[in-house]
């Protein structure tokens, strides 16, 4: 109905004017009645004609409607889960500021254990060396840390494994984080918590070291005990009274030197590595923490002011 003749058919009364009753009336005589349609057509048709024209002008609409419905529903979801990517990226961000100080602590840790391993090596190869001086109170010494005469080999039995802290470490494998990491920095990191050369440091001053404190604890409850009137190695004059028979114990006197070996050749050099491994490890996480840090996003895109 978009020309003159078309007009002019439907106003009947030629006022100019189309009343409703014309334009109802132009409305039923256009199209085929819906009776003389096949099953298809009548199917699909909406009241009681099927006209070609309207029902085009009903599929591009429509087609156009669940374009735009789409379109709506995917910029949604996009814009929901980028969100949430948002979201876990400042997380993840603020995990590795987390990583980095708990690199510091282990390497804090690293340097107090080191220290209390020489005061203790120190301390025994003392003893070690006045191991055959023939003097009642050779395994007696006057300590200036406790300011008081203690027996050295009485702390023989104890044992501090190494234990550096890996919490955040843990909690970040799982969280994804390790996706903020190039792949060198990311296997640096691993190497730190969970390589080959901490392994042996841990076993070193875990199980090794168990094995030689449970070698003297054990020769005490079985022979020593058997052999001697008393014992009570926490008590000095113990030391003093059966020195002759301390001094003739080759087994003691070997685990001692045994464990003496342990640290100097292996737990020392470990501890040094370790620590620089530490430091090293810092410098790459500073990096990286400074180039993420900078980063901001638009909409899907990361950008870095610095590419």
Do not use: C, H
Request: hydrophobic fraction near 35%.
């Amino acid at each position: 109905m978009g020309n003159k003749d078309d007009f002019d058919k439907i106003d009947k009364n030629k006022d100019g004017y189309i009343s409703r009753e014309e334009y109802a009336e132009a409305s039923k005589s256009t199209g085929i009645e819906k009776e003389k349609l096949n099953w298809f057509l009548r199917l699909i048709t909406l009241g009681d004609r099927f006209d070609i024209k309207d029902f085009w002008d009903r599929v591009k609409k429509s087609i156009v409607e669940f374009i735009i419905l789409v379109f709506g529903v995917t910029v949604s979801f996009g814009i929901e889960q980028q969100g949430g990517v948002s979201e876990n990226r400042e997380d993840g961000i603020e995990n590795l500021n987390n990583l980095r100080q708990e690199v510091d602590s282990i390497i804090a840790y690293t340097d107090v254990y080191t220290e209390n391993l020489k005061w203790a090596r120190d301390l025994f190869f003392k003893q070690y060396q006045s191991w055959e001086e023939d003097s009642d109170s050779i395994f007696v010494q006057y300590n200036e840390d406790f300011e008081d005469f203690i027996a050295p080999m009485s702390y023989f039995g104890n044992r501090n494994p190494f234990n550096p802290p890996r919490v955040n470490f843990d909690a970040i494998k799982l969280d994804g984080t390790f996706r903020l990491l190039p792949r060198d920095i990311g296997l640096k990191m691993t190497e730190i918590y969970d390589g080959v050369e901490l392994g042996y440091l841990l076993e070193n001053t875990g199980k090794i070291e168990e094995r030689y404190a449970n070698q003297f604890t054990d020769r005490l409850a079985n022979k020593w005990v058997s052999d001697l009137p008393w014992v009570d190695i926490d008590d000095i004059d113990f030391w003093i009274e059966n020195r002759d028979y301390i001094q003739k114990d080759n087994f003691i006197k070997y685990i001692l030197y045994k464990r003496l070996d342990l640290w100097e050749w292996q737990v020392f050099d470990q501890l040094d590595e370790y620590k620089s491994d530490l430091v090293e490890s810092t410098q790459m996480l500073d990096s990286v923490i400074a180039v993420r840090e900078s980063e901001y996003e638009f909409i899907w895109w990361v950008l870095n002011p610095k590419d």
